[in-house]
């Protein structure tokens, strides 16, 4: 029952489920940027090159033969990949760059001293006023 609870402890720790959650956000990112580049960005681009669709660009290295199916370099389907890669790296540049400017905005205003902190500042400042 020990390694059972351990297990537990284990899973349920705020760094593993925040890490499950994000995994899974980035899954759902990914499909919307897929589906972003493959339905909404790429069919201009093809239009505006003279109608292409880069879904079914591809370099027949081999001829299918009976049963055996072509064997195919499927460029258009990479350069949608690549595409979609370089929104995904711009998001997730963007909200980093975000989070860190947040942080030095944190990090560049300095707290303000507590009560007890002010009231010695005056005894001190106080004390040395009166020293000869």
């Known amino acids: 029952m020990g390694m059972l609870q351990e297990f537990r402890d284990f899973a349920m720790r705020g760094n593993v489920v925040d890490l499950a959650?994000?995994?899974?956000?980035?899954?759902?990112f990914g499909k919307i940027t897929t589906s972003f580049v493959s339905d909404v960005l790429m069919p201009p681009i093809g239009l505006i090159l003279g109608g292409v669709d880069f879904s079914?660009?591809?370099?027949?290295?081999k001829e299918a033969a009976g049963a055996v199916p072509a064997v195919t370099l499927k460029y258009g389907l990479f350069i949608n990949s690549v595409i979609d890669f370089l929104i995904i790296a711009a998001a997730i540049f963007a909200v980093v760059k975000l989070m860190n400017s947040m942080k030095k905005k944190q990090e560049a205003a300095p707290a303000a001293p507590s009560a007890e902190v002010q009231l010695l500042t005056q005894i001190r400042d106080s004390l040395q006023r009166r020293q000869p």
């Open 21 to 28: 959650v994000g995994i899974v956000i980035g899954a759902a």
């Open 56 to 61: 079914d660009k591809a370099i027949v290295l």
